[in-house]
Every structure is written in C-alpha cells, then in structure tokens.
C-alpha cells in the first residue's frame, strides 16, 4: 500500500518569507509525528498529533513553527518568518497505535529545505 | 523528558566482522525501542524494535537486547556486508514520539 508521503521534496526560500510542508500519513494511522534533521544530525521532534487529542507541541523550537492536522489526516507544518538556520530535512512520520506501547513509525521522503 | 545517548558516532569494520551499537535512556517509562537505518539522502527504515518485556530479539544478521535495569540497550549485526553502510539510530518512546540518538555511521570496508 501507500506510504507516507510528503511535499514539496525540496523548497528553497529566501529569509523572512512563510513556508507550508505537507504530509500525508498512511491511511488509517491515527498518530502523525514531525521531525527536522540537519545535516549529518539526529532526528530532532517538533509536533506529534494523536487522534483527537490535543498536540504535543513541546519540540517546536519557536513560536514561528506551527502545524496542523485536518480531519485528523493531512498535516501541514508551517513556519513563519524562515531563518537560514531553519534549513533542514523535515520528515513526518506515522503510527498506528494499536497498543498503548505499541509504536512503530513509518517515515515519509522528507522535505529538504533551503533558506537562503 | 526522554534522553537517549548513542556511541559510537562511527564506527568502521571489516566485511564480514561484528558491530556494535550502543544506547543509554533517561526515562524508566519507556518502553518501545526501535533502531532505524538511513542511507544516505533516504528516509529512516526501521530495522528492529524491541519491547520492555523482552531482553532480546533477533532477525538473521541483526540482534537487539535490552538491560531495562541499567536503562541500555544494544544493536549487534554479524557478518557484516557493504550494503550495511548507512547511518543507524537507536530510540526510545514511551507513548509519544521517539527520542532519538545523534546516530552512528556505519562504515563496512570490503
């Protein structure tokens, strides 16, 4: 079946302007997860998104980073204002929790941005 | 939060030796413990995961155990191959997202 997808695969953009990162989760999988990776860096977490539930948003490194998940499927993370040290990989991930302790991640490609 | 340390940062063996990657956590509650593959430009693969309830896994080349009372756990891959040159990352998760390690570069000289 489908994996997680993601889009733009790459975005370059100059300092100060807004940018959109979209993801679309595996079908089905009720928790979707954000990362950043700078280069030849760990996976950094930015915002996890469980059903309904209220985000968990303690990862996000400023108030310029925001995301959102509608009908509790597609999310877009956004970030405002874009700094050159925003530029990263950002993946998402998603998850089926079918047990509480239960949770593999599927990544998706990846959106490498660019601030120039 | 969550900690997790990861050592070596890299590391280089002969093909067809063992390696060795080791990780420590900070958070007695968690409880799920993936170990992912990324070569390079792709996406993190999960490779192996193990649960707090078992000490040790294992899946052809690739094993993983678990000390929950010292808060490590460890990946071993024998008989090691080219193609197993990337960079591995170890994680723990309670019931939220996963804590990575900075990861380790493989590198598997032929």
């Known amino acids: 079946g489908a994996g997680v997808s993601q889009s733009p695969s790459n975005k370059v953009t100059e300092k100060g302007k807004d940018v959109e990162l979209r993801c679309d989760p595996i079908?089905?999988?009720?928790?979707l997860y954000w990362y950043r990776q700078s280069l030849g860096q760990g996976l950094e977490f930015l915002i996890y998104?469980?059903?309904?539930?209220?985000?968990?948003k303690s990862g996000l490194p400023s108030d310029r980073f925001s995301a959102e998940r509608t009908g509790g499927s597609v999310s877009t993370l956004t970030i405002q204002r874009t700094q050159q040290e925003d530029s990263a990989v950002y993946l998402c991930?998603?998850?089926?929790?079918?047990?509480?302790?239960?949770?593999?991640?599927?990544f998706g490609p990846g959106t490498r941005l660019t601030v120039l | 939060g969550e900690n997790v340390e990861q050592h070596p940062s890299t590391l280089s063996v002969q093909e067809g030796d063992s390696a060795v990657i080791k990780c420590t956590y900070s958070?007695?509650?968690?409880?799920?413990f993936p170990w992912y593959k990324q070569e390079l430009g792709k996406r993190p693969q999960l490779i192996i995961d193990?649960?707090?309830?078992?000490g040790e896994k294992k899946d052809q080349r690739i094993a993983v155990t678990l000390n929950k009372t010292a808060k490590h756990f460890s990946l071993h891959i024998t008989e090691t191959q080219p193609e197993d040159s990337a960079v591995y990352f170890c994680?723990?998760?309670?019931?939220?997202?996963?804590?990575f390690g900075s990861g380790t570069r493989l590198q598997v000289q032929p």
């Open positions: 079908s089905g999988h009720t928790a």
């Open positions: 958070d007695s509650a968690s409880n799920y």
């Open positions: 991930a998603s998850s089926e929790l079918r047990r509480i302790s239960y949770n593999e991640q599927f």
């Open positions: 193990i649960r707090s309830n078992v």
């Open positions: 998104f469980q059903g309904n539930s209220a985000p968990d």
């Open positions: 994680a723990a998760s309670s019931r939220r997202a996963l804590t």
